[in-house]
């Protein structure tokens, strides 16, 4: 009989923040796989748990994908973690549950802390709708060419971003977004734990006037005011949902819901081109 892979969510910063079943799974289970054994280790260590871990990251995802897949196919059990948060957003995993599922393995996720939930929370930024990026390109041209893509998306926008990309960012952010309110997310769960908001320029200017800029950032950016809807063919518009990336499914639901249609409606004009 097979394994089964376990999916475990793991603190962001305050290691308090894991769940009862998260710490039965790591006592139970074979063997965990994480993205540095160093890190995982003083996460277990503060809960008295000791189990073999194994390196899983992304310069070496392929191959110990395949080997864990072996594992699991002759009845291990192993638990995936990341760093910090909820493995596979925004960090790796995906390989490895992709292949369980197409091998026919059991993959259970552990639910629990995730980074941008959290900040999105506590953002005073619109939450019933909302469009995660990860983290932005390095490099300005794309970076701007991905905001320009997300600049007609009537969602709060929310990415990942390195404190030595920060200020730039944010100056990109200003350009092609226009002065949007802007939230940003600091040292989540810590003692140093930060929320900063207004608009970019003006934050901007608050990270400017600090020695250093430490710590990884959740980005958070204010829906934008969308072109009146009688001004844009209900077709035209789905089209730019999904050239953003916006699955389609979601993006018949938005235009149902900004144009007060029933989706029912909008999918059978998207359909019947």
């Known amino acids: 009989m097979s394994g089964t892979l376990y999916i475990v969510a793991t603190p962001i910063g305050n290691l308090e923040d894991i769940t009862l079943r998260a710490l039965r799974v790591l006592r139970e289970v074979d063997r965990i ?56 957003i925004a960090d790796p995993g995906y390989r490895i549950v992709e292949r369980a599922r197409a091998r026919g393995l059991a993959v259970s996720p552990i639910p629990g802390p995730s980074a941008l939930v959290s900040a999105l929370s506590a953002s005073g930024l619109p939450t019933d709708s909302f469009y995660f990026g990860g983290f932005l390109p390095a490099k300005t041209t794309q970076r701007r060419k991905t905001l320009e893509q997300m600049k007609a998306l009537p969602v709060t926008l929310i990415f990942y971003e390195a404190p030595h990309r920060i200020l730039e960012t944010l100056d990109d952010i200003g350009k092609i977004l226009g002065a949007r309110p802007v939230t940003l997310a600091r040292e989540l769960t810590k003692i140093h734990e930060e929320f900063l908001a207004g608009q970019p320029s003006e934050l901007r200017e608050k990270l400017s006037a600090r020695p250093s800029i430490k710590g990884e950032f959740t980005l958070m950016i204010a829906p934008g005011d969308p ?5 844009i063919p209900i077709e035209a518009a789905f089209d730019e949902l999904v050239a953003a990336g916006v699955p389609r499914m979601d993006a018949m639901k938005m235009l149902a819901r900004e144009r007060g249609l029933s989706k029912r409606d909008v999918y059978q004009k998207i359909n019947q081109r």
């Open 227 to 231: 072109a009146p809807a009688s001004t």
């Open 33 to 88: 796989a994480c993205e540095d054994t160093r890190q995982t280790r003083k996460l277990l260590d503060r809960h008295g748990i000791s189990k073999p871990l194994v390196s899983y990251h992304e310069h070496n995802e392929n191959a110990r994908a395949d080997e864990l897949i072996g594992e699991l196919e002759a009845g291990k059990n192993i638990a995936l973690v990341s760093d910090a948060g909820t493995p596979l």
